[in-house]
T-cell receptor, first 114, second 115 residues
Framework: DTEVTQTPKHLVMGMTNKKSLKCEQHMGHRAMYWYKQKAKKPPELMFVYSYEKLSINESVPSRFSPECPNSSLLNLHLHALQPEDSALYLC?????????????FGSGTRLTVV | AQKITQTQPGMFVQEKEAVTLDCTYD???????LFWYKQPSSGEMIFLIY??????QNATEGRYSLNFQKARKSANLVISASQLGDSAMYFC????????????FGDGTTLTVKP
């Protein structure tokens, strides 16, 4: 199993809604990541989890709240988002958090905030 | 200063021909990894190839090879025998040992393969 599965694939939410994005991998990877990507731009790192502990938070607004319930799962809880938060949200995993570890990405969640 | 520079916003190549996508990088860390990813219009980022800073030989993976010139700090991706399915955006990325939690991505190159 060499996949990272993200759900949902598409999400439309209002600015007062609360929703969650889910990411799952069964490759035994110990590092997981959330990236945000705007159209035709490179991905921007949001959070890094290493061995289920948050190791990097790239000064992301508190309306984004990550959670790593176990080594296979990564969630991103969304609350009171703004229209500018509309983007493709990519989850990735890597074997560990080392310079030679490439990412396996999920197919992303396309989020639209209305 | 940008750590990863991809100078070609868009490239065109004829089907079955080879194409080189440029990437230069900037780091003072002696230990780092360089990666290329492909992103089709569907959105998923696909890992293509990896080159370590201490690797003596250029990396190859099927039709992909990485032309690594350490002194020039360049890591160009060569795609041989282009196929229509190669049309996508391509990102060069770097992970530094001192900052391994973060990958730095270039701005990407959009490759279009013409039949």
């Amino acid at each position: 199993d060499t996949e990272v599965t993200q759900t949902p694939k598409h999400l439309v939410m209002g600015m007062t809604n609360k929703k969650s994005l889910k990411c799952e991998q069964h490759m035994g990877h110990r590092a997981m990541y959330w990236y945000k990507q705007k159209a035709k731009k490179p991905p921007e790192l949001m959070f890094v989890y290493s061995y289920e502990k948050l190791s990097i938070n790239e000064s992301v607004p508190s309306r984004f709240s990550p959670e790593c319930p176990n080594s296979s799962l990564l969630n991103l809880h969304l609350h009171a988002l703004q229209p500018e938060d509309s983007a493709l949200y990519l989850c990735a995993s890597s074997q560990e958090n080392r310079p030679w570890d490439g990412y396996t990405f999920g197919s992303g969640t396309r989020l639209t905030v209305v | 200063a940008q750590k990863i520079t991809q100078t070609q916003p868009g490239m065109f190549v004829q089907e079955k021909e080879a194409v080189t996508l440029d990437c230069t990088y900037d780091t003072s860390d002696p230990s780092y990894g360089l990666f290329w990813y492909k992103q089709p219009s569907s959105g998923e980022m696909i890992f293509l190839i990896y080159q370590g800073s201490y690797d003596q030989q250029n990396a190859t993976e099927g039709r992909y090879s990485l032309n690594f010139q350490k002194a020039r700090k360049s890591a160009n991706l060569v795609i041989s025998a282009s196929q229509l399915g190669d049309s996508a955006m391509y990102f060069c990325a770097m992970r530094e040992s001192a900052n391994a939690g973060k990958s730095t991505f270039g701005d990407g190159t959009t490759l279009t393969v013409k039949p």
